[in-house]
């Protein structure tokens, strides 16, 4: 199959995570016998060849995201229809409808792949609704990070659409020997209101009376000092705020933590949850939006809300799993579903055969 994946680059809060899928997405696809290109953006424009498949960098005019965006639209227009793709798997609203305005004289079709959650009142505010509208409207296929997500586009949107969640390589994860005393890791955007780092710290508090030498290790972008300097006097001594690191490093952080801990808002999917499946180690969230599709029997605990009892008692639960020698291995059983090669490109390959 011939297919082109597309992604602008655009706005920086997503860069890091539309890169990993753009990449990930070609080399497993690439491996299993396809013949893949990425078209996206960047300082160095030209044409590359690794891994399996090639890559087309546009040069970027705009310092501008939206300007930037619409700009690519246009510029990859040529390219689409150049390709003769099969497929045309786009990530962002423009280059989605670039994909639709080609679709006829290009003979491909059309994934578009949602990393956000379509929700109607969210779009209403942004600058490109109308262009998403289109989107919903015509995409060949529409496609979201879970199945939280999936319900949104039909309730407000009453389209049906396909599931493509975050994907993870099982292989560059293994469980490790956990630290000696227990160790609860928070790996995301540490002042991030919506992740729910302070809701964290508050319920630590009350963890540390049954988990004598609890600490709290934070991984990710921002300072959260302030953050920190609010929590109960009883945890503030026993957070650690780690450097970011490599991948290499942070897969070795979540298999020596005792739990992940994100106890987010309104997320579409939580990548982070899958890597740390894919390390041994449980999960701890809140009963919100998609990370509850993530925690099965064995592998994590959700809380009911984010008052401090209930997400401690939440906590409680996935210190006594990583306490149990069966654990790892159910969290890394769960986490298969998620390999790319094993499972998100044979996914990606029957939705891409969709008439």
Request: aromatic fraction near 8%.
């Amino acid at each position: 199959m011939r297919l082109a994946i597309t992604h602008p680059y655009c706005w920086p809060e997503v860069r890091r995570g539309a890169e990993r899928i753009l990449v990930e997405s070609a080399r497993a696809l690439a491996g299993r016998g396809h013949d893949v290109t990425v078209i996206t953006s960047g300082a160095h424009p030209g044409r590359t060849r690794s891994e399996g498949f090639r890559t087309i960098r546009l040069r970027r005019l705009f310092d501008d995201a939206l300007r930037h965006e619409r700009s690519f639209a246009w510029r990859v227009m040529p390219y689409l229809l150049a390709g003769r793709y099969d497929v045309v798997h786009t990530m962002m609203p423009n280059d989605a409808v670039a994909a639709i305005r080609t679709r006829r004289l290009g003979g491909h079709r059309l994934v578009y792949e949602e990393i956000g959650i379509p929700w109607r009142w969210w779009w209403s505010q942004q600058l490109d609704a109308k262009v998403r509208e289109r989107v919903v409207r015509d995409a060949d296929t529409y496609a979201c990070m879970s199945r939280f997500a999936l319900d949104a586009l039909k309730a407000d949107w009453d389209r049906d659409g396909a599931l493509i969640p975050g994907g993870v390589r099982l292989a560059q994860f293994a469980p490790e020997p956990r630290h000696p005393s227990p160790a609860i890791l928070f790996s995301g955007a540490l002042t991030e209101p919506r992740k729910g780092l302070a809701e964290l710290l508050a319920a630590a508090a009350l963890v540390h009376r049954d988990a004598p030498g609890l600490e709290v290790w934070l991984s990710g972008p921002g300072d959260p000092g302030p953050i920190i300097a609010r929590a109960p006097a009883a945890v503030q001594g026993r957070v650690r705020v780690l450097p970011l690191g490599s991948p290499d490093e942070q897969g070795r952080r979540y298999a020596r933590a005792w739990a992940t801990a994100l106890p987010s808002r309104s997320d579409c999917f939580g990548l982070v949850l899958v890597e740390s499946l894919a390390s041994g180690t449980p999960i701890v969230v809140l009963d919100d939006s998609a990370p509850p599709e993530l925690v099965q029997d064995g592998n994590g605990a959700v809380a009911a809300s984010s008052e401090p009892e209930d997400l401690a008692e939440a906590l409680r639960r996935a210190l006594r799993l990583a306490a149990s020698p069966e654990t790892a291995e159910r969290c890394r059983a769960s986490a298969r579903a998620f390999d790319w090669d094993g499972a998100i490109a044979p996914r990606l390959e029957e939705i891409y055969a969709r008439r």
